[in-house]
C-alpha cells in the first residue's frame, strides 16, 4: 500500500509544514519525462515523494499477467512511503514531472517530532481512506456508474473549467476493473446524452451536474 497525503490541504495546514520543512530542506528535485518509471513494484523503498507538477500513475502486474492501476496522484500528494519494505506498485510519470525527493533515513531524524508525526499519521489515515474510496468504486453495481464516478472525481477538482484526462483509456480500464471497450462505451454514452462532452480525446466538461450526481448516487 502506497502512502499518499497531500501537503497542499489547509485542513491540515499545521502538520503538513512540518512534512514540507523537512522536504525542502532535505529535498532533492527530480525531473521525469512523460511514460518515465520513477520506481518499480518490488523496488526497495528508498525515498518518499512529493510531487510538485505533473501527474503520477502506480500500477501493479499481478502474477497471472494483468495490470491493475491504484491510483493517479497531482500536484501536492506525497506518495511512495509504504508499510513493508519494498513498493507494491510501480511508480509511472503520466506527464513530465517535477518531484520532490527526501531518503526515509533523513526522515527519521526527524523522529519524534510531534507535528511531523501527526502529518504521517494523517498520510496513513487518507491513503486508506483513497483505498475504501477505489474498493467502493470498484464495487458499484454497472460500468455506467463506475466510470461516471471517475469522471466526477476528477471534475470536483475544478467545476468551472475543462478537465484534462493525462490518463489514457486503458489507464482508466484498469482503474476500475473494467476493459477499454466497456471504457470508451460508456464515455459515448454519457457524451450522448449530454451529461459530459468531450471537445477532445484528452479533455472533457460536465454538462448536467445533477445528471451525473443521481449516476454517481
Request: hydrophobic share 40%.
Amino acid at each position: 500500500m502506497t502512502l499518499a497525503y497531500s501537503l497542499d490541504d489547509p485542513r491540515t495546514a499545521r502538520p503538513a509544514a512540518a512534512l514540507t520543512e523537512v522536504m525542502d530542506r532535505l529535498g532533492t528535485k527530480m525531473t521525469f519525462a512523460r511514460d518515465e518509471e520513477i520506481y518499480a513494484q518490488g523496488d526497495d523503498v528508498e525515498f518518499m515523494y512529493r510531487l510538485a507538477k505533473g501527474v503520477i500513475r502506480t500500477s501493479r502486474v499481478t502474477a497471472d499477467g494483468r495490470r491493475q492501476v491504484g491510483d493517479f496522484y497531482y500536484p501536492g500528494d506525497l506518495f511512495g512511503l509504504e508499510v513493508g519494505p519494498d513498493h507494491q506498485f510501480s511508480a509511472e510519470a503520466l506527464t513530465d514531472c517535477e518531484i520532490q525527493m527526501v531518503r526515509r533515513g533523513s526522515v527519521r531524524a526527524f523522529a519524534g517530532d510531534a507535528e511531523l508525526d501527526r502529518a504521517i499519521l494523517e498520510a496513513t489515515r487518507r491513503e486508506l481512506q483513497r483505498v475504501q474510496d477505489h474498493v467502493l468504486l470498484l464495487g458499484r453495481k454497472s460500468a455506467r456508474e463506475k466510470v461516471a464516478a471517475f469522471l466526477m472525481s476528477l471534475a470536483q477538482r475544478d467545476p468551472s473549467a475543462d478537465v484534462e484526462l493525462p490518463m489514457g483509456r486503458q489507464d482508466m480500464a484498469d482503474y476500475l476493473g473494467l476493459t477499454i471497450e466497456t471504457v470508451s462505451r460508456m464515455l459515448t454514452q454519457l457524451q450522448g446524452d449530454a451529461i459530459v462532452e468531450f471537445p477532445s480525446f484528452r479533455r472533457f466538461h460536465v454538462k448536467k451536474w445533477q445528471a451525473l450526481e443521481e449516476l454517481v448516487d
